[in-house]
């Protein structure tokens, strides 16, 4: 629960490992491989079938490696230092289900991998995003973030240009399941509305929630409640990029609306008596014009 300082680099809490590179990486995968092998799997892992596939060489998918990273700073700060008695009921609960529940879906990460033979998977190809040429260099500025639906011109496209850049080169090569018709993907996301709305915002969610100064849990909360719901939606067979396929891009239109008109009436007349029990009669003796005609 304490923050790093250039005091205690010796500390022994893991820092999420997808901030790490070079030797922290190394050692924060030792660390990690030794708590899977030795703890995770002989205690929660359930015998491998193609309906919970998993893979003896997990670290060489970088999803495998984000998520169970997350799982095991949340087991840090749950069970070894309980500070509540109800830390470990909550690590079960709350993040050993999900997790590994996402981590051996059927269609997941590993699931090429059968009978133990590793298949390293390609994340869908993302193109690379060109800010419109005239921002300036105020514009750029992130101090506090503000969610993108709030941001015009120059202000909307600097942001876009760092958010893309943040799926590019973080969200896809972690979490970026191949494409089928079955999870749909488009290489120019941005283009649609509903995945830059998403998109930023789950990136709002990381900065709050993995940085070096949150809770151990955070990483394991972010991929809990905000990752698995954003990708899940985005990549529906039926979501935004439903139309899209590899070089082709196809807005869907959204549903269709008349004009608001000046009165509009209440939905729905209430019957005039009798059918709501005394107490609450206000309502139903309200009187409302007629539904208007077309
Ligand atoms: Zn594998
Ligand atoms: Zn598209």
């Known amino acids: 629960m304490t923050s790093a300082t250039s005091h205690d680099d010796d500390h022994q809490e893991p820092r ?70 109800s830390g470990p009921s909550s690590w079960h609960r709350d993040h050993l289900g999900t997790t590994m529940e996402e981590l051996r879906d059927p269609r997941g990460t590993l699931a090429g991998c059968k009978a133990g033979r590793h298949q390293a998977k390609e ?12 921002s300036t260099a105020d514009s750029t500025r992130r101090t506090t973030p503000e969610f993108i639906f709030y941001l015009e011109d120059d202000g909307y496209n600097a942001e876009l240009q760092k958010l893309t850049s943040w799926v590019r080169y973080l969200i896809m090569p972690y979490y970026g399941r191949e494409r089928s018709s079955d999870a749909p993907w488009c290489s120019r ?74 009165d509009a009436p209440p939905p729905f007349t209430p019957a005039p008596t009798g059918y709501l029990p005394d107490g609450q009669g206000a309502f139903a003796q309200r009187h409302y014009p007629p539904p208007l005609r077309q």
């Open 189 to 262: 996301w941005w283009e649609h509305p509903e995945a830059v709305g998403r998109f930023h915002a789950l990136w709002m969610a990381w900065d709050d929630l993995t940085g070096w100064d949150t809770d151990l849990t955070g990483p394991s909360v972010w991929h809990r409640d905000h990752l698995g719901p954003v990708l899940r939606a985005l990549r529906h067979p039926a979501g935004p990029f439903a139309g899209c396929r590899p070089g082709y891009h196809r807005a869907l239109a959204p549903p269709r609306v008349e004009p608001f008109p000046r």
């Open 16 to 85: 999420f490992i997808l901030y790490l590179q070079g030797a922290a990486y190394q050692t924060a995968i030792r660390h990690l491989a030794e708590w899977v092998h030795f703890a995770l799997l002989p205690l929660y892992g359930k015998e491998e079938t193609p309906s919970s596939p998993w893979c003896p060489l997990w670290w060489k998918h970088p999803e495998a490696v984000a998520r169970l990273h997350g799982l095991f700073m949340a087991w840090h700060d749950l069970t070894s230092e309980t500070y509540e008695r």
């Open 123 to 134: 994340a869908p190809l993302t193109e690379e995003y060109t800010t419109p040429p005239k």
